[in-house]
């Protein structure tokens, strides 16, 4: 199953895609750079934004790549990436986005997420691709 | 020990419009639109539960409390404030000014608290006890003699371990009260300061990365080593002073699953692998519900398929980029 992220200069979502055993898309750093066009069911990981000045919980380049229809209408389910410690922010993009597409949040997990979040999330990507063939 | 990066010179305005790392505005936007103050909270409100706690209940929580206040009197005046020299760009200083200015944000809330709930005989007798207790004043000596040595690296290792783990031996008393629904309005208090704790692991933890850029790769092993040890370290003087607190209110087992949580998440913040298994960081989730309301929903992949997340009102405005 494909991944596709966003992962900020501190790396940590990199990191942990990673220590997937699934083709991987990382969407780029900079907002104005063109986003990716996909062809294919994929699952999303996005990290949560604090809400400062201008900006929302859901990263720029998630939200233009999420604009695009066609990639919007492949999207299969998102994985959140957080930090318990931010209370009701917690994920808070994941079940954002996942509310605006209609599809789950199928995993959450923290920072560089712990050994067993990558085998759960390789597992439940396995799955995924079963049901889906 | 080399140190080939340019630091900032004292003499150069800052120019906002020139950034060189968007983390430094970043975190800048988040500390600053998290600003608070301890006057907002209603703690006045918590009065009723604290008189309904039992005596060894309110000394632990006045215990508790000092400790905390003298950890975010060190990262203020001393941790903070010891990282600006070696910033390297002129937003980053800024940002530690910040930090510097919230530390002493956060040492001034607990003082809110002890004046709303206790006594000056309470007060004084749990600030004589935090003064004379050795696992607490060791843990504020081995971070000090690093904000005070001359590694770089090191004061940045010192600082997330304090801002990411030393804090929380004592946060998860207020999360435990806030599960028991006691004292809920000091636990709100505390959540802010947890909050801001985290982004300042993480920054500081980020910049511990950048710092190290470019390093060779003994230089890189070395500091690894040495963080893991001096967390180790500190977690066993941190065992201690858990069982000093929570023994006789039978808690140490539970708030130690907490404190192995945490280390993991500092480490994390500096970019390493956790080094607590799962199985001893199962935190009771009653603790991680008063962290976190919703992180002990069930996303698992196939636990809730078919039925997608509602979204409450917390959806936050500023996400209004969408096309459709």
Redesign the interface.
Known sequence: MLVVYYSSPSEFTHRFVQKLQHPSLRLPLVTKDPTPLVDEPFVLITPTFGAGINRGSVPKQVIKFLNVKDNRDRIVGVIGAGNTNFGEDYCRAAHIVAGKCGVPVLYRFELLGMPEDADNVNKGLDQLCLASA | MTETKQTVSPIDPINWNRIQ???DA?V???L???FWLPEKVPLSNDVQSWSSLTEPEKLLTMRVFTGLTLLDTIQGTVGAVSLIPDALTPHEEAVYTNIAFMESVHAKSYSSIFSTLASTKEIDEAFRWSAENQNLQKKAQVIVEHYEGDNPHKRKIASVILESFLFYSGFYLPMHWSSRARLTNTADLI?LI??D???HG?YIG?KY?RGLDGADQALKDELKDFTYSMLFDLYENEVQYTHDLYDEVGLAEDAKKFLHYNA??AL??M?Y??MFP?DV?DVNPAI?AA?????DEN????S????????GK???T???????
């Open positions: 790392d968007d983390v970043e800048w936007d988040r600053t639109a998290n959540r947890i909050r704790e985290s982004v993480y980020y990365q993991n998440k994390m913040n970019g692998e956790p799962k960081t991680l962290l976190s309301p919703n992180a996303h698992d992949f196939f809730g398929s078919g039925s997608s997340y509602v979204i917390a959806e936050a500023e996400d209004d980029d969408w096309d459709f």
